[in-house]
C-alpha cells in the first residue's frame, strides 16, 4: 500500500540505491534500461523509490474489477512516466 498511496516524503527514508551509474550511463547514451524484478510485496515500493532517480514505466495487469482498476492505474500515474498494460 505504501508504494502506491504514501506521498513521497514518507517514503524516501526507507530505502537507497546502489550502483545507479549503470542505469545513468545507458540514459546518458540514448538507450533505456529495463528493470526486472519477482512479484514481491516490495515491488511496488521499490519502483516509487527508484522513479525519483529515473523516470520509470511500470507494466500492470488489470485487475477484473474495474473500479480496482482505475483506483490502482491513478495512483501508479502520480509516480510513474508510463504504464505498460500487460494483456
Same mark, same amino acid.
Given at each position: 500500500?505504501? =508504494?502506491?498511496?504514501? *506521498? &513521497?516524503?514518507?517514503?524516501? %527514508?526507507?530505502? !537507497?540505491? %546502489? @550502483? ?9 547514451? =540514448? ?7 519477482? !512479484?514481491? /510485496?516490495?515491488?511496488?515500493?521499490? =519502483?516509487?523509490?527508484?522513479? @525519483?532517480?529515473? *523516470?520509470?514505466? +511500470?507494466?500492470? !495487469?488489470?485487475?477484473? /474489477? *474495474? ?6 492505474? =491513478? &495512483?501508479?500515474?502520480?509516480?510513474? +512516466? ?6
Amino acid at each position: 500500500a505504501l =508504494g502506491w498511496w504514501a *506521498p &513521497s516524503h514518507k517514503i524516501q %527514508h526507507l530505502g !537507497h540505491g %546502489h @550502483h545507479f551509474e549503470y542505469l545513468t550511463e545507458a540514459l546518458k547514451e =540514448g538507450r533505456g534500461a529495463l528493470l526486472i524484478t519477482a !512479484h514481491f /510485496n516490495s515491488l511496488y515500493l521499490v =519502483g516509487r523509490l527508484v522513479s @525519483h532517480y529515473f *523516470p520509470c514505466a +511500470v507494466m500492470y !495487469h488489470a485487475q477484473t /474489477n *474495474p473500479v480496482l482498476t482505475k483506483i490502482i492505474e =491513478g &495512483s501508479i500515474k502520480k509516480y510513474f +512516466v508510463d504504464i505498460i498494460r500487460r494483456e
